[in-house]
T-cell receptor, first 113, second 115 residues
Framework: AQSVTQLDSHVSVSEGTPVLLRCNYS??????LFWYVQHPNKGLQLLLKYTSAATLVKGINGFEAEFKKSETSFHLTKPSAHMSDAAEYFC???????????FGSGTRLLVRP | EAQVTQNPRYLITVTGKKLTVTCSQN?????MSWYRQDPGLGLRQIYY???????DKGDVPEGYKVSRKEKRNFPLILESPSPNQTSLYFCASSPGLATGPDTQYFGPGTRLTVL
């Protein structure tokens, strides 16, 4: 079965410092992986997705993620945090049925001035 | 503007009073899905639909019904709501089957409280 674990429920960084949000996945086949962002009182928005092409995936707003099969990880990074990045981030793996998405429990990112 | 809309955005109701949350998309997507979001649990899939008149259960279907009579609409029905269905609900849609796992476009959410 497919599953995804977000290793931190909360991450706090200072504005201008790097962001690292950690995600490990479990899948019996080559998965598709996504990061979604949810700003307060908003719906979810796709940040980036990995679908077995390049292992380093660039997304919107300066975020990127690297697929590491040997570590079963798909960590999300950004070189320099901005106040507007404060949100909840979800790591997502596609299920064995292509359209079934399995969500992690979320990581809330706090950006300090 | 391409979008997924949900109505109502907020709803407070009482136990046992049937309700429907509507979802509509204007992107001609074949796939639509309903999720509920609860603190610490992420989003869990309730039901999904691969096309008109084709629906299937997700991970937490108990207490919910759906229908897909036309491509753009995918209403979520709670026949007899209970307090454990208090949650934030999201509808999502995605392009056709040939594209494989792909971006899902989410609606703005419906916050439901069942007293």
């Amino acid at each position: 079965a497919q599953s995804v674990t977000q290793l931190d429920s909360h991450v706090s960084v200072s504005e201008g410092t790097p962001v690292l949000l950690r995600c490990n996945y479990s899948s019996s086949y080559s998965p598709s992986l996504f990061w979604y962002v949810q700003h307060p009182n908003k719906g979810l928005q796709l940040l980036l997705k990995y679908t077995s092409a390049a292992t380093l995936v660039k997304g919107i707003n300066g975020f990127e993620a690297e697929f590491k099969k040997s570590e079963t990880s798909f960590h999300l990074t950004k070189p320099s945090a901005h106040m507007s990045d404060a949100a909840e981030y979800f790591c997502v793996v596609s299920g064995i049925s292509s359209y079934k998405l399995i969500f992690g429990s979320g990581t809330r990112l706090l950006v300090r001035p | 503007e391409a979008q997924v809309t949900q109505n109502p955005r907020y709803l407070i109701t009482v136990t046992g009073k049937k309700l429907t949350v509507t979802c509509s998309q204007n992107m001609n997507h074949e796939y639509m899905s309903w999720y509920r979001q609860d603190p610490g649990l992420g989003l869990r899939q309730i039901y999904y639909s691969m096309n008109v008149e084709v629906t299937d259960k997700g991970d937490v279907p108990e207490g919910y019904k759906v229908s897909r009579k036309e491509k753009r609409n995918f209403p979520l029905i709670l026949e007899s709501p209970s307090p454990n269905q208090t949650s934030l609900y999201f509808c999502a849609s995605s392009p056709g089957l040939a594209t494989g796992p792909d971006t899902q476009y989410f609606g703005p959410g419906t916050r439901l409280t069942v007293l």
